[in-house]
């Protein structure tokens, strides 16, 4: 097996076992979850459900709940920088820990 380091805990084709791509996955988030095409066999995957909720769960709840605490500080460029930081890192981390399947 391949070396893939932590790329390699992507999600794979449900059909050829390919690996997806993270920008691949990273655009289909958001682009409003666009379902997402095998590069080696074509198979479209749609996400689950359940992922659409940790999506949202990772970046925008975060960056409301960060940008609602450092509001009160009245630094705009810190109220602003934190929440995009917190959207970045979220936006990151979630192709990792969705889901999709063969559709
Ligand atoms: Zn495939």
Not at 22 to 37: A, D, F, G, Q
Request: glycine share 6%; proline share 5%; hydrophobic share 45%.
């Amino acid at each position: 097996m391949r070396r893939e380091g932590i790329f390699g805990m992507l999600q794979r084709c449900d059909k050829c076992n390919a690996p997806f791509s993270w920008t691949e996955i990273l655009k289909s988030l958001w682009w409003n979850y666009r379902p997402i095409h095998c590069e080696k066999c074509g198979a479209e995957h749609k996400i689950k459900f359940s992922s659409r909720l940790t999506f949202v769960l990772l970046t925008i709840l975060p960056m409301f709940f960060v940008g609602y605490f450092l509001a009160p500080l009245h630094n705009i460029m810190l109220t602003f920088g934190g929440a995009f930081f917190v959207l970045l890192t979220g936006s990151f981390i979630a192709p990792f820990l969705v889901t999709y399947r063969e559709y």
